[in-house]
């Protein structure tokens, strides 16, 4: 079914009529000006993240669920980095004529499997043309106590550096997916090249032969066996609200925190600068999983740096006061990799070595030239 067939209030209506609201503090949902909710009790947070196709996703290796999936993950996992509760979410699309109901469909089972996981509700947002492809931009609505609300400027002198997972799988996955498309497409454009020449030369015989082969190019799987780990990470992206969760159990309340998705480098020196502080990293504490090492390996390309640079894990980075150790090492999937010093000490990684290197804020930078 085509787009224009329902409207932009019909699609809306399809979109969202089988999944009412559940939370209490959701008022009014779709159908009005506004969402209307309600919060006597806390702080509301608020985060809005926008992805471009080209930019951000490529639909050559994402589909539509995943894509609609990742989209609510990565708005979700906002709300977790300053400790709260996501609660509403506003959903807006621009999309070009190449869409179809179904497609956005697609999108909106992946977002709504999601926001099912956490329990958010989606209550609202908008629809407009695009000429240049896909654009998703979300606004996701949480809430928290005055009390529990970290932030990034919290740390201080001799806490401890955590992150959750494990760093640099996503960047791989996406290193793997760019590499199998830079293959299929070459393929395909070696083939075309030959077409054009055997049209030309009237060999229809080479021709029938070569349109054959044009048609297996197209349809070719590349194998991914023992890799799928790196491509879930890269495609099926999670918050981390169990870590969360985890932590309240434990009585732990970190002094700072924010998620990684821009590179551990890049978000470790915001939480530095915003806080005033220096830091020490250490290389052989940073996690990194098998599959990631393997594929770096493969690439010739430095496992660590891409731990640090790398982006889009959704881990959560935060500091604790060191009085907390003993707790914090009992925390099933979390990993200390280091502290934090004064300010004039500098933020340095130590390598495996025991060498000490300036560490830089190397990480996905989306305004960089």
Known sequence: MNISELGEFGLIDRL????PPTQPSTLKGVGDDCAVL???????????????????????????EHLGYKSAM?????????????RQMTVSLALSKRFT???????????????????????????????????????????????????????????????????????????????????????????????????????????SVLNSQLSAARDFQPDFAGKEYLLQRQLQTEARGDIIAKLREAGIRPTSMMDVSDGLSSELMHICTQSGVGCRIYEKQIPIDYQTAVMAEEMNMNVTTCALNGGEDYELLFTVPIGDHEKITSVEGIHLIGH?????????????DGQEFELRAQGWNPLKG
Not at 16 to 19: G, M, N, S, V
Not at 39 to 50: H, K, W
């Open 16 to 19: 969202t009529k089988p999944f």
């Open 38 to 64: 309600h919060y006597p009790d806390g702080e509301v947070l608020v985060t809005t993240d926008m992805l471009m196709e080209g930019v951000h996703f490529d639909l050559t290796y994402i589909d539509l």
């Open 74 to 86: 990565v708005n979700i996992s906002d709300i977790f980095a300053m400790n709260g509760t996501p």
């Open 101 to 207: 109901v179904e497609d956005i469909e697609l999108f909106y089972s992946g977002l709504h499997r999601a926001c099912k996981k956490w329990g958010v509700d989606v209550v609202g947002g908008d629809t407009t043309s695009s000429f240049t492809g896909m654009a998703v931009s979300i606004t996701c609505i949480g809430e928290a106590r005055s009390s529990d609300i970290v932030y990034r400027n919290g740390a201080h002198d001799t806490d401890l550096i955590c992150v959750s997972g494990d760093l640099g799988a996503a960047y791989m996955g996406l290193q793997l997916l760019e590499r199998e498309k830079s293959v299929y497409y070459s393929q395909i454009d070696e083939i075309q090249k030959k077409i054009a020449l055997a049209k030309a030369a009237g060999d229809e015989q080479h021709l």
């Open 340 to 352: 934090i010093t004064r300010k004039e000490l500098g933020c340095l990684l130590v390598t495996r």
